[in-house]
């Protein structure tokens, strides 16, 4: 099965403008994540979805930080403006469904610069 | 509030040499509790998790890792590491009983000399 697809790999933006990630994830999953992983720390889950539904955003810094899961398939997030404390790298993942016996697979991530 | 603690970020082992990582967690209720690995580059993929039973779990790649309740601590292990193990190693802990919201560590840095 194809894994959790991520877009761009790479991105180098200045402080204050605007940028987005987009996340595709393995067929039929139901539940979506975004995390951020600064450098030197674990992964911070941002938000979270089942379906097209948000479950968790209440680490979304909702000021600047916006994510969608229209179809309830793939999902965009985006930063606007960006500030240089957002450079880190944001790691999609997906599961069947919520429940422990349902593991996660991460996507390689979107590494992003903000200079 | 759930933590996870990693105390060592950088560990260097000779590759055959026996590998011990370090991971302890702070929460209320029975943990649910995964180790990651992360190879540059790459996402984050599952070695093993503990959710009830043995407490010695095996997971993939020859590791394991043993829950000690009375110690709070959940140390991976593994008896002969090969190079191909060089990577950030990241112990999680889940905060809901479902495996949806992972509070990781900090993340241990392992580097395997020849």
């Known amino acids: 099965e194809a894994g959790v697809a991520q877009s761009p790999r790479y991105k180098i933006i200045e402080k204050r403008q605007s940028v987005a990630f987009w996340c595709n994830p393995i067929?039929?999953?139901?539940?979506l994540y975004w995390y951020q992983q600064i450098l030197g720390q674990g992964p911070k889950l941002l938000i979270q979805f089942q379906n097209n539904g948000v479950v968790d955003d209440s680490q979304l810094p909702k000021d600047r930080f916006s994510a969608e899961r229209l179809k309830g398939v793939d999902s965009t997030l985006k930063i606007q403006p960006a500030k240089l404390e957002d450079s880190a790298v944001y790691l999609c993942?997906?599961?069947?469904?919520?429940?422990?016996?349902?593991?996660?697979?991460f996507g390689s991530g979107t590494r992003l610069t903000v200079v | 509030a759930q933590s996870v603690t990693q105390p060592d970020i950088h560990i260097t082992v000779s590759e055959g040499a026996s590998l011990e990582l370090r991971c302890n967690y702070s929460y209320g209720a029975t943990p649910y509790l995964f180790w990651y690995v992360q190879s540059p580059g790459q996402g984050l993929q599952l070695l093993l998790k503990?959710?009830?039973?043995?407490?010695l779990v095996q997971g993939i790649k020859g590791f394991e890792a043993e829950f000690k309740r009375s110690q709070s601590s959940f140390n991976l292990r593994k008896p002969s590491v090969h190079w191909s193990d060089a990577a950030e190693y990241f112990c999680?802990?889940?905060?809901?009983?479902?495996?949806?919201?992972?509070?990781f560590g900090t993340g241990t840095r392992l580097q395997v000399t020849l």
């Open positions: 503990y959710f009830s039973g043995d407490t």
């Open positions: 993942a997906s599961s069947l469904a919520l429940g422990l016996n349902y593991g996660y697979t």
């Open positions: 999680a802990v889940d905060r809901t009983g479902t495996a949806s919201k992972l509070t």
């Open positions: 067929s039929g999953h139901a539940t």
